[in-house]
């Protein structure tokens, strides 16, 4: 089974703060993902890898940068954290069209 | 870009079925149609997938129709655990490979 896992279900951190959110996946999958889920806005994509270093800015990357120096580890970055970046983050793998997420992480920026 | 809508909520009953219908109307000839299902404090997780016609597997089955403008996923004989969110996601594989999921639809099964 594909697994794909996130350093983290819970984050508390304070505005201003940098933050890392992890992503690991065991499966060889070229294509990485991180998209945030917000009440009434479904999923949106942040940012996403179709190789090691390599990126593309999704439908809201203001405020977040990635990186991805190995193929099984896709990270996102906050720069300095603000309020509005309260969210859950899920990471996702795919292998044509099918994507796995991961746990999610719920960040709390207070 | 092809911009999907579903409706926002549905209701059912143990043992219904239910079809959820997603309509995508700008798709291109090299889209793909995932549905995915989303459980509370859970990543989604992919249901089914398909380009024409009628796919089936052992959870659900998707028909799309000739136009591809729509889809609909048919959840036979639903249960208490089907309720969840349910979303439609078009995989638009240009250079930008964007992909985009509807609003989602929660479903409450209701016994």
């Known amino acids: 089974d594909v697994k794909v896992t996130q350093s983290s279900r819970y984050l508390v951190k304070r505005t201003g703060e940098k933050v890392f959110l992890e992503c690991v996946q065991d499966?060889?999958?070229?294509?990485m993902f991180w998209y945030r889920q917000d009440p009434g806005l479904g999923l949106r994509l942040i940012y996403f890898?179709?190789?090691?270093?390599?990126?593309e800015k999704g439908d809201i990357p203001e405020g977040y940068s990635v990186s991805r120096e190995k193929k099984e580890r896709f990270s996102l970055i906050l720069e300095s954290a603000s309020t509005n970046q309260t969210s859950m983050y899920l990471c996702?793998?795919?292998?044509?069209?099918?994507?796995?997420f991961g746990p999610g992480t719920r960040l709390t920026v207070t | 870009l092809a911009k999907t809508t579903q409706p926002i909520s549905m209701d059912s009953y143990e043992g219904q079925e239910v079809n959820i219908t997603c309509s995508h109307n700008n798709i291109a000839t090299n889209d793909y149609i995932t549905w995915y299902q989303q459980f509370p404090s859970q990543g989604p997780r992919f249901i089914i997938q398909?380009?024409?016609t009628k796919v089936t597997n052992e959870v659900a089955s998707l028909f799309i129709p000739a136009d591809r403008k729509s889809s609909t996923l048919s959840l036979p004989r639903v249960s208490l655990s089907d309720t969840a969110v349910y979303y439609c996601?078009?995989?638009?594989?240009?250079?930008?490979?964007?992909?985009?999921f509807g609003s989602g639809t929660r479903l409450l099964v209701r016994p």
């Open positions: 996702a793998s795919d292998s044509s069209y099918e994507q796995y």
């Open positions: 499966m060889d999958h070229e294509n």
């Open positions: 890898s179709y190789d090691v270093k390599m990126k």
């Open positions: 996601l078009v995989a638009q594989m240009d250079s930008s490979y964007k992909l985009i």
């Open positions: 398909g380009y024409k």
